[in-house]
């Protein structure tokens, strides 16, 4: 290029002076034009619109990777921080002329600087003025340079002789400040020893390094692949290197080993249930083992049952958000509700009731008016549960507590803390890691998948929040996470909806449920479910048999109806029902028992949703509603 002074930020020159410098340089082949540090076009001279075929207003307030390819909007902050740390930027762009056509600029970048304000210079020269053995070899320089690659040549010895501009963005270095440099200054690995092997195996073919390690000017390593090459130039062998950063693919590789871990896990953690439930169903038709005896199998059988069902859930939650499919439904959310449901929960659950070593406490610290907020009730009632379930798991003696605070006018601070085991500190970021911690045979003590925590994390971020850990090994562990606190002023405070079984009205004499479903198990369990109540259970088999009893007795007062059916399923059913009798209720009663599921089935018409496997508590609150 022409030699052309260039202000630095020493230079006291004003703004005016550098306008009229601008567009008084118009001599060819002198391109000039200036940037902000977003890239965005703030001047040019003549010279430089006219030979893109442009008005000099088109230019102005364009970006900068509209007409120079080299750049795109993803990569100016790499090359940005790359100018503003070297000061200077040669490079040969490739324009794009108002025709469209794309053509090789020789451009060079400095920093120019207006009262305190770094703005960035481009002077560029048009390669095609060039010969035509010069033409061809910028063109190549083009795209070595704007490789995505890093594409180095080193001399027989290890020396570097050309980096590309792409080597030097990802390592942090100059051109100048690596020519003549060992190589072993990017790759401290290859040592001399593993340099003259190299050189061995160059010259009788080609070398590919499939990892290997560059290190920055700023010390951070990254993993690489590596191609090399002897090649002759003038009359000198060279080295040529065409590394590629291999970090996504190294994690994806990383992240596909955990998933087969989590995978080997799960089956382990599924099995293990299933052992119990299976052995002890067998031991139960044994007539030789005394009924005594038998009610402990059965106590056995409900608890693998329910842990069972418990990573089932889990599993489906890790499905759904490895696939972005969790939902958020916010309305009306009663905090002070939800705390109290949890202490009835655990103050009467078998693994709580009877033991004296552990306390559990709830504390609420808004009245009722102020904790009534809008979220999702039914995911912040999971995170508080995960968080408790693990809290127990790890806790044998002193207390769990949980409480919440208003942190802030915007944020409302969850806490559960407990008198555990705690967690070492190199353990506390790897436990919110859905594969990491339950693909850890080692991270995970006294029961649990690991999963729990993971969905809590991927809920609360959902929710607009953020959890975290405090832990001391041997002391215990704290849980946070927050959510908006977005009050609720519109719904009326409703009253706490917790009454036990034993308060509800449950008999049913001279009451008619129609049980439809495939599977005659299933009438078998909820008959003898709601054989206290009085109340006369009637089967169908199929949606037909179904809808023929519907025509024929009109005494039914509720149904339970199973939608995964042969030939008819439960909402063609449905609708068939409806037509006979439209005021029916009728409840669907599904395996399928995501939280969207029960929102689908009530907007395809049934009154209300119970899912499998079916809960005797459930099961009578609910027919309650309609008997």
């Known amino acids: 290029m022409e030699k052309l002074h260039i202000p630095n930020t020493e230079d006291n020159i004003t703004k005016d002076c550098f306008n009229y410098l601008i567009n008084t340089i118009d001599n060819p082949p002198t391109y000039i034009f200036y940037t902000s540090q977003e890239g965005q076009i703030i001047d040019c001279n003549n010279n430089f619109a006219k030979h893109l075929q442009f008005q000099k207003e088109e230019l102005l307030g364009k970006n900068i990777w509209e007409i120079d390819k080299s750049f795109s909007a993803e990569t100016w902050n790499l090359y940005l921080q790359h100018i503003l740390e070297t000061k200077e930027y040669i490079y040969t762009g490739a324009y794009k002329f108002k025709d469209s056509s794309i053509h090789p600029i020789e451009t060079k970048v400095n920093l120019f600087d207006f009262t305190g ?67 072993k200054i990017i790759t401290p690995d290859l040592n001399e020893k593993k340099w003259e092997t190299i050189l061995d195996i160059l010259k009788s073919r080609s070398l590919h390094i499939e990892e290997s390690y560059f290190k920055t000017s700023k010390g951070k390593a990254y993993p690489v692949e590596i191609h090399m090459r002897l090649i002759e130039i003038n009359k000198k062998l060279m080295i040529s290197c065409y590394t590629k950063d291999i970090s996504e693919r190294k994690k994806a590789m990383n992240r596909d080993r955990l998933k087969s871990s989590f995978l080997a896990r799960m089956s382990h953690d599924i099995r293990t249930p299933m052992n119990s439930i299976v052995g002890f169903s067998e031991l139960i038709v044994d007539e030789t083992i005394p009924m005594e005896e ?41 905090i002070n509700n939800i705390m109290s449901e949890l202490e009835t929960m655990y103050k009467n659950s078998p693994s709580l009731k009877n033991n004296d070593d552990i306390k559990m406490l ?82 995970i003590s006294n029961g649990g998948t690991g999963l729990g925590l993971a969905i809590s994390k991927n809920i609360v971020k959902l929710l607009d929040g953020n959890i975290w ?22 719904t009326p405070i409703p009253a706490n909806e917790i009454t036990s079984d034993i308060e509800r009205n449950t008999k049913w004499v001279n009451k008619n ?12 369990i909820i008959e003898n479910m709601l054989k206290e109540t009085g109340v006369y259970c009637i089967y169908a088999s199929s949606g037909y048999n179904a809808t023929k009893i519907c025509q024929n007795n009109s005494n039914i007062d509720v149904i339970l109806l199973d939608i995964q059916m042969p030939k008819v399923n439960g909402i063609k059913t449905l609708e068939e029902i409806r037509s006979i009798n439209p005021n029916i209720p009728v409840i669907a009663n599904t395996a399928y028992a995501l939280t969207e599921d029960k929102e689908k089935y009530l907007n395809k018409g049934f009154n209300n949703y119970i899912s499998k496997p079916i809960s005797k508590a459930v099961l009578l609150k609910i027919l309650g509603e309609y008997l």
Not at 137 to 163: A, D, M, Q
Not at 301 to 320: G, T, V, W
Not at 469 to 490: L, N
């Open 513 to 524: 449920i129609l049980i439809v479903d495939d599977e005659k198990d299933v009438f078998i």
């Open 294 to 334: 038998k009610k402990n199998y059965i106590s056995y059988i409900y608890k693998n049952s329910n842990q069972l069902l418990a990573l089932i859930n889990d599993i489906i939650d890790i499905s759904k958000i490895e696939v972005g499919e969790i939902i958020i439904r916010n309305h009306p959310t009663n």
């Open 469 to 490: 850990v405090e832990s001391t090994p041997g002391k215990g562990s704290s849980f946070f996470f927050t959510i908006p606190y977005k009050r609720d002023i519109a």
């Open 117 to 183: 304000k770094k703005e960035l210079l481009f002077t560029s020269k048009d390669v095609r003025k060039d010969t035509s053995d010069r033409k061809d070899l910028k063109i190549f320089t083009t795209i070595v340079e704007n490789s995505p690659e890093e594409i180095i040549l080193l001399n027989t010895k290890g020396k570097i002789l050309f980096v590309n501009d792409t080597s030097c963005i990802k390592l942090g270095f100059s051109k100048q400040e690596l020519h003549g440099e060992e190589i």
């Open 362 to 443: 709830f504390e609420k610290n808004l009245n009722d008016s102020e904790a009534l907020i809008i979220s999702d009730t039914v995911r912040l009632k999971q995170v508080l549960i995960n968080l408790i379930n693990n809290a127990i798991r790890h806790t044998t003696r002193g207390y769990i507590k949980v409480s919440y605070i208003k942190q802030d006018e915007n944020n409302i601070a969850f806490s559960v803390k407990d008198t555990g085991i705690g967690i070492p500190k190199e353990k506390q970021k790897m436990i919110f890691d859905e594969f990491k911690q339950a693909a850890d045979p080692n991270s």
